[in-house]
């Protein structure tokens, strides 16, 4: 039997108190949160993770890949790899 499972809904004023409490340097403002960005969602997921379950950012995005000579322009592959360390440790 498939088991359900519920969480709260946090409205916007809430879930901005929660990482307020929260503190560590987690910053997130209202606007921040109706429009978030790639790049501040990373971080702050990278912060809480690191928080939360001792997940370092800066290790985990380092490249591993022993296969990168494989590709002809390995450059373009930088940024997708660490994403994908980063996906995987998350």
Known sequence: M???YTFPV???RELLHCFS??????????????NPTFEHITRIMEQCLDMFMEFCADDQGQIKFSGMDAFDHPE???LSIGQLA????A
């Open 2 to 4: 498939a088991q359900n």
């Open 86 to 89: 980063f996906n995987r440790s």
């Open 10 to 12: 946090l409205e916007t």
């Open 76 to 78: 373009l592959h930088d």
């Open 21 to 34: 409490e929260i503190g560590n340097g987690i910053q997130l403002t209202e606007q921040q949160l109706m």
